[in-house]
């Protein structure tokens, strides 16, 4: 049987990113390992790439997260200081109810929680504590805290505490040794509390990067998210070394005077059985008026305006399109089965309503642009502006039963009212089933040069000279660069503090830098948000998601590009 291990953290790490996590994966199936679990600190960010990457290389994934509870309330802001403004606490979802309240609590740390983390509070997690297994964390957790000031009387009512919310089959006292010495006093400790309480021990090791040679390029990323040098003595630090993905046998070296959490660390891989379901949409609902169905009142509509688009249902003359009536309705009527064969009535619905709100209240919008300008039946929504049939534009091109993906409708509204039409979609579909999408930015190859220089405290100029060595081009590694450029290569072959830092520089290349909102994109979701995907805040205060837009809709989530084009506010005012 293989060891199974329980975490994987992403703050702070070198896991960060879909191919450092790729990366995480399969050394874990190098090293026979069947489970994986991922806990990242209070966010969710890596679940989908995670579950994608550990199916891959046949590692159950285990799917978790590492949530900062608060104290007292999670709306306190200012009650609580120092070391105790928050403790750390593992949840895994046992199940796919446990996934749902998993994204629950770690979006009432964003919405509603925070304060300089993400915080929930106690009564968070007993409304939601249904499908989750509860550990108590590290070093930082509650329990492990009491514990190494020698409040064992606290750190008691503390554990008792969490086996009050989770139930005692759910919760399991934590064991860790990242050769770190407080963590041998807190481990004895733990094994008398475990027998004075009748709570499960489990085993585990906090991985925030692959491999043991890995710490000296944490230590830099450390430096870079911390605004640190590394030369810096009161900085970050994660000491001991052993924060990589150790095997079977060096954990049960490491845990040998407790075989039972050895033990347990499988049977609770064993439990947890979380499923996501890709390709499947999930479109809100459009309420039609009374006496249509969906289907009826979007015929209806395209009906409507095929005879308003086109004069030669009004008798009248038609310069540019010189198709019979016939034609027309027949096109008419081929998109409109399509598209209902293929599911995507309430889309067309949804997409027509909030355009038609937007030219019903002044607020510019483009005439279309991309695939969709080859429906007709935009055409008669209004969607679009620009004649399909004019220009002998595909439909097929935009949709069809061959390539089953949802239509992609990007639409440009005046810069200025944009978000007067992202807030009618929250009014009419509910604020929790609307939000704004997450994007991320990454430490690309020029970009990652000049920080770990900074770490390293090299001189600007130095730094400057081999970055401006990188070619300019979007899709530009360091390695490639070395390829393009000899006389990098050189330089990296010849100078030893070159080489460190191209060295430590690639290991890094890639990770996410920092998280923003996406320009455009909005997802409208038939339930609250958080019941499908985990939410955060953007720098604004504005509500995201924690997927970006590509695993949105791997999802099945409708995703909307509103798109805020200044021309369109210039061409308006010029009117």
């Not at 992403?10 to 994966?25: F, Q, V």
């Not at 105790?84 to 609590?105: F, P, S, T």
């Not at 919760?171 to 709570?199: A, C, K, M, P, T």
């Not at 520089?505 to 979701?525: D, F, K, N, Q, W």
Request: net charge negative; charged share 25%; aromatic share 10%.
């Amino acid at each position: 049987m293989a060891f199974t291990h329980l975490h994987v953290h992403t703050e702070y790490s070198l896991l960060d990113g879909s191919s450092k996590i790729k990366e995480i994966t399969k050394r874990a199936k190098e090293l026979g390992m069947d489970s994986l679990a991922i806990t990242d600190h209070g966010v969710m960010y890596g679940v989908i790439d995670f579950y994608r990457a550990a199916l891959d290389n046949g590692i159950k994934p285990i799917i978790g997260c590492e949530v900062y509870v608060a104290p007292g309330s999670r709306f306190d802001k200012e009650a609580n200081a120092g070391d105790d403004r928050y403790y750390h606490l593992i949840l895994l979802a046992e199940n796919n109810r446990g996934y749902e309240n998993l994204c629950k609590i770690v979006s009432k740390g964003f919405v509603e929680g925070f304060y300089y983390k993400p915080r929930v509070d106690y009564e968070v997690l007993r409304e939601v504590s249904e499908g989750l297994i509860c550990l108590s964390a590290c070093l930082a957790g509650e329990v492990q805290r009491f514990l190494n000031r020698g409040e064992y009387e606290k750190a008691k009512e503390a554990a008792l505490r969490h086996v009050d919310i989770f139930g005692k089959d759910n919760y399991f006292l934590e064991l860790q040794d990242h050769g770190i010495l407080e963590q041998q006093s807190v481990n004895q400790q733990l094994l008398r509390l475990s027998e004075e309480l009748g709570v499960e021990l489990v085993c585990t090791n906090d991985v925030h990067y692959t491999y043991a040679e890995d710490a000296e390029a944490h230590d830099i990323l450390l430096c870079i998210q911390t605004g640190k040098k590394k030369a810096d003595e009161d900085r970050m630090r994660y000491e001991g070394g052993q924060f990589y993905l150790k095997s079977e046998e060096e954990m049960a070296e490491l845990f040998k005077f407790a075989p039972q959490a050895l033990e347990n660390t499988h049977k609770i891989a064993e439990r947890c059985n979380v499923t996501f379901e890709f390709g499947k949409t999930k479109l809100p609902n459009y309420e039609v008026p009374e006496g249509y169905t969906a289907w009826t009142y979007l015929k209806e509509l395209c009906e409507q305006g095929l005879c308003k688009r086109y004069p030669v249902f009004r008798g009248e003359k038609d310069e540019h399109c010189k198709l019979s009536k016939e034609q027309l309705w027949d096109r008419l009527e081929y998109e409109l089965n399509t598209i209902k064969t293929m599911g995507y009535v309430e889309y067309f619905l949804i997409v027509w309503d909030f355009i038609h709100y937007a030219k019903s209240h002044g607020i510019a919008v483009g005439p279309g642009r991309g695939s969709a300008a080859g429906s007709i039946v935009s055409y008669c929504l209004e969607i679009t502006d620009i004649e399909p049939m004019r220009y002998n534009l595909l439909f097929e091109r935009f949709l069809n039963p061959e390539r089953v993906s949802m239509p992609d409708i990007d639409v440009d509204f005046c810069i200025e009212r944009r978000q007067e039409v992202i807030d009618y979609v929250g009014r009419k579909y509910g604020k929790d089933h609307v939000a704004q999408i997450v994007t991320f930015g990454t430490l690309k190859a020029k970009g990652v040069i000049r920080d770990v220089a900074r770490v390293l405290d090299m001189p600007y100029a130095q730094a400057d000279s081999i970055a401006k060595m990188i070619p300019n081009d979007l899709h530009m590694t360091l390695e490639l660069a070395m390829k393009q450029n000899k006389e990098l290569k050189t330089l990296y072959d010849t100078d030893p503090e070159v080489k460190y830092l191209m060295d430590m520089s690639m290991r890094l290349e890639g990770l996410p830098r920092h998280a923003s909102m996406h320009a455009a994109g909005v997802v409208i979701c038939a339930k609250p948000v958080d019941e499908y995907v985990p939410l955060s805040r953007a720098a604004d205060g504005s509500i995201t998601t924690q997927y970006i837009m590509t695993t949105l809709e791997e999802l099945g989530l409708l995703k909307m590009d509103f798109l805020g084009l200044r021309n369109l506010t210039v061409i308006q005012n010029t009117q």
